[in-house]
């Protein structure tokens, strides 16, 4: 990496000057351009970098992989190995991509990935390396803020959340593991072209490259791609374990490599199986692991959809093969009674506590990984709630509450309690719990609020009671109380 370094910092120096921003690409190709971008087409941004400056130079040749004349803007790109130079005019030779801070506050770093493979362009080398994407923001958004001392990066591709972690100071160490020779090189470069100071490369599977290690955060976007055994894989997506077990023993594994108190976080797929209920397959593994959990199942994809994904994910869709690659897949999942792919986070904590499965398809406020640490702290809040445990309650901040019923009527016929933020929950309640939402603030024990409902209500205490001791846990495991 040594090497790389000064190379690499001096196109750091041309991106930024030139404004090779996430921020900066986006307002150089507006709204049109860069959806259709995000699309994968291309056409309308080069039509929008058609202009010569370092902007629009830089952007064609790093993200759009089209050539460009030669200028004062390339030769230091040359000069790194990033571009070359033949027939009067410069080639990318990697895709080099800006990454957004977590929250979109700015400018977190670059990533150095292999040329993005279109349709048409034949299918990705086994050992291709991948750029960021879909998930591996998803994947950065998770990521708990808390600082730490050292930090895994399983299955690090091209550097991905190594590059986010480095950019936010979280990390003290930060070591970043692939079975791909290729992608850790890449990494590196990412590493040096970003100032990613202090990440460590380490190859081999799972977590064989630092057995004997503890960590306190472990982060991982792995190869959890569920695909029919056969002789085209690729590395960056397919681990060659059967099913979804790659994912298994990456949970129930985990534990032993954390220091007490210490996260897991990663990404997922998980088959739903006939006749065998998703969250209690996966929620087994993380039982197994011993750790406090939230597993949340984000998407599910029946097995034609899962397989088209994929298949064009490869670009192999449109090929002579692709049908025959298709029915593969399809028969895979047949033969295994496989319904359906679930995608979601996993989240564990080293040092027990409440394992919480749950699904999730609306939209959350972002970045979870601002308040994950406390979704897990409300899970044994609420485990371990009752009305005689002497402690006060104070409603979330961002509540708002609708009654809906009959225009007119008296008493309305459902309350309901809704989150503005966070996780943005809605949960049914009853008068107690609207009650309480309506006054505590955490300065006045619970007993005499629930006694004074009582009174306003006319219901019996005793009842009260016992009704909050019934949904109050749900509803602080839920984030309405703490």
Known sequence: MSDLAVPLSRVRDV????????????????????GALARDEIVPALRATRGGSALEVLTRLLWLQVPVPPDGTTDELVRAGLAE???????????????????????????????KVRPGDGVPAPDHVVGAGGASGSLARLVVHSPVDNVLDLGTGCGVQAVHLGARGQARRITATDVNARALDLAEMSFALSGTENAETLRGPLFEPVRGRRFDLIVSNPPFVIAPPGDRTFTYRESGMPGDDFCRRLVTESAEMLNDGGYCQLLANWLHVDGVPWDERVGGWAEASGCAAWVVQRDVQDPAEYAELWLRDSCEAGTPEYRARYDAWLEHFERHRVTGVGFGWITL??????????????????????????VLDGFRAGAEFSTACGRTLRAAPGLVQEQIGPPGAEDPERIVLRQTGRLRRAAGVGTVEAGLAGVCDGSLPLEPLLDAIARLTGMDAGSVRAHADAVLPELIADGFFH
């Open 15 to 34: 991106l930024q000057e030139a404004g090779y921003t996430v921020a900066g690409v986006r307002a150089l190709l507006g709204p049109v351009a860069g």
């Open 85 to 115: 130079e033949s027939a009067g005019e410069v080639r990318g030779l990697f895709h080099v991509e800006p990454l957004e801070a977590v929250g979109g506050d700015g400018h977190a770093g670059y990533v150095v990935s292999d040329r």
């Open 349 to 374: 904590r080293r040092g027990g506590g409440p394992v919480r499965v749950e699904e999730l398809r609306h939209a959350v406020e972002e970045p979870v990984g601002a308040y994950v640490d406390e």
